[in-house]
């Protein structure tokens, strides 16, 4: 921090902070714009960013019914990977992680993406077999790994039960080490500007109630602010993006589930990765707070609410125990649950519907915050062009009619 920024800041603490102007506009709509989009999570903000910055397009309208970042971008445990094993989800994810790996620079603003690793724990012989064959995967497709036995994983993360005696003891891990955490407020504040500097529209408690067809075609959004057309609608909303295609007249091969995620006290630094361990399904980081990160599989109950159940948290909480065992004691501070969208081969939905006019980035499932930049980008490429990236080609919707899945929650051993 530069002296004067350091002197603003102590200034505006004295004075209450009365002297920040607000980082973004709040504009009422225009009756048209080029491009309307449904959504200001990370992916609806990154996508408008994208549409101005790299393909030149101004009347663009980004449209919330909360407030931005309200949804499930403030609401996961923020850590960044591509370490999946088909070529097509590698592609895409590690494009997130390299565009991450400039993103405070490129928006001028800091998303305290730190690189930190991350650890897929290894319990058996089977199970180093599986990551062998992993590893072997990320490398034929240009990602990071290695393959580390159990002295190996003992130096990264000295904390976790190596004893022999474990219900589950440790053989070794895979390891990335261009993965880590992020912040997710400063992904979707960071965007929200750098959009809003280029001429976005951010334009919150706007929420969609339809869409506007002529001919079969879309032309714009009914919202409770009014009617507002485009020449092109993209939804990027979520756990709800099938509700919003109902709305349109078409399914989406898609269920929503509740994704819970838990953070403890404060503690001094005991944790300098992200460890994860399938086999307990359960995940930690600590935060540059002190409070430790943590999360697990799916509450395979269809599911809109945002809270946590007690299940649930056994099942998280008991399994970090068993591998972490000097956090047994720690206290919890906070519970909270984000609502995930999941298709049947655990991969994206990114490009047109049924609906000519109207785009679709959905389906992310338990990947959504770690593949921000990329789907921003990917999605950008679909509206602009019309057509796909070659990266985003393989996430089309017509893979279900087409059989060419990707099944990654099969695959990666990564749940979803």
């Known amino acids: 921090m530069s002296k004067y920024s350091a002197f603003r800041v102590i200034r505006e603490g004295l004075r209450n902070q009365t002297g920040w102007g607000p980082a973004w506009r709040s504009p009422g709509p225009q009756d048209e714009y080029d491009i309307v989009i449904v959504g200001g999570g990370g992916h609806g ?13 101004r009347r663009i309208a980004l449209l919330e019914k909360g407030w931005i970042g309200g949804g499930n971008t403030g609401r996961n445990t923020t ?31 800091n998303v ?40 190996q994983v003992r130096k990264k993360a000295p904390l976790l039960n190596y004893r022999r005696d474990a219900r589950l003891p440790i ?16 992904v979707a504040w960071g965007y929200a500007r750098a959009a809003d500097r280029l001429g976005v529209d951010i334009i ?6 339809g869409f506007v067809l002529e001919g079969g075609t879309c032309k714009g959004v009914e919202t409770t602010l009014g009617t507002i057309r485009a020449s092109r609608t993209a939804v990027a909303a979520a756990g709800h993006a099938s509700h919003l295609a109902a709305m349109a007249g078409f399914d989406l091969p898609i269920q ?62 008991g399994g970090l125990v068993e591998y972490i065992p000097a956090i047994a004691r720690l206290k919890l501070l906070r519970h909270w649950a984000g ?67 990707i099944d990654e929650g099969a695959a990666s051993g990564i749940a979803h």
Not at 83 to 88: A, C, G, K, R, V
């Open 45 to 57: 903000l990154a996508t408008a960013y994208y549409l101005a910055r790299r393909h030149g397009l």
């Open 79 to 109: 850590v960044i990977r591509s370490n999946y094993f088909y070529p097509e989800s590698a592609a895409l994810y590690d494009l997130s992680v390299q565009l991450y790996e400039g993103l405070s620079r490129e928006l001028n603003y």
């Open 112 to 151: 305290m993406f730190s690189q930190r690793g991350m650890l897929i724990i290894a319990h058996s012989q089977h199970e180093m077999e599986i990551a062998a064959r992993t590893v072997n995967a990320m490398r034929l497709n240009g990602v990071d790994a290695d393959l580390l036995d159990r002295d």
């Open 171 to 186: 053989e070794g891990a895979v390891w990335q080490g261009r993965a880590g955490t992020g912040r997710h407020d400063a």
């Open 204 to 209: 919150q408690n706007c929420e969609v109630t």
């Open 256 to 317: 929503s589930y509740a994704l819970q995620a838990f953070v403890s006290e404060p503690v001094k630094p005991i944790l300098d990765t992200v460890a994860f361990s399938p086999a307990h399904g359960s995940y930690v980081s600590q935060s540059d707070k002190g409070g430790l990160v943590m999360g697990g599989g799916l509450d395979r109950i269809p599911s809109y609410g945002q809270r946590g159940n007690l299940p649930v948290q056994e099942d998280v909480l």
């Open 339 to 405: 609502i995930v969208d999941v298709t049947p081969d655990s991969s994206p939905l990114i490009g047109p519907t049924p609906v000519p006019e109207l785009f679709i980035n959905c389906g992310w499932g338990t990947g959504g915050f770690k593949a921000i930049p990329a789907g921003g980008y990917l999605f950008a490429h679909c509206l602009a062009e019309g057509t796909h990236h070659d990266i985003s080609a393989p996430f089309d919707l017509s893979r279900f009619t087409t059989s060419r899945l």
